[in-house]
């Protein structure tokens, strides 16, 4: 059983700066597939960042150059660094992997952007 756990988000004020961390269950050094998505009121969920199965990283272009996905294998733990929030920034963010083509989520963590 994969499990995904979110941590951080809270309040932050516009223009500040966060990290969310996504602890797995598993190992993650072997999988390519994962990723950070997140999902306003009333709107679908969106990809925000992904590290693809050809070894790169992908970006929503509205979180290009302020948003960082990295990983950390030793820890089974993906982080997503996120700068320069804006309140339109605000959702529950849910972190994503694909694992012998099944997907499994995190609970997800809500972040609030005040302006």
């Known amino acids: 059983q994969v499990q995904l756990v979110e941590s951080g988000g809270g309040l932050v004020q516009a223009g500040e700066s966060s990290r969310l961390s996504c602890a797995a269950s598993?190992?993650?050094?072997?999988?390519?597939?994962m990723g950070w998505y997140r999902q306003a009121p009333g709107k679908q969920r969106e990809l925000v960042a992904e590290?693809?199965?050809?070894?790169?990283?992908n970006y929503a272009d509205s979180v290009k150059g302020r948003f960082t996905i990295s990983r950390d294998n030793a820890k089974n733990t993906m982080y997503l660094q996120m700068s320069s929030l804006k309140p339109e920034d605000t959702a529950v963010y849910y972190c994503?992997?694909?694992?012998?083509?099944?997907?499994?989520w995190g609970q997800g963590t809500q972040v609030t952007v005040s302006s």
């Open positions: 994503h992997l694909r694992l012998n083509w099944v997907d499994y």
């Open positions: 598993i190992s993650m050094s072997s999988i390519n597939a």
């Open positions: 590290f693809t199965t050809r070894g790169s990283t």
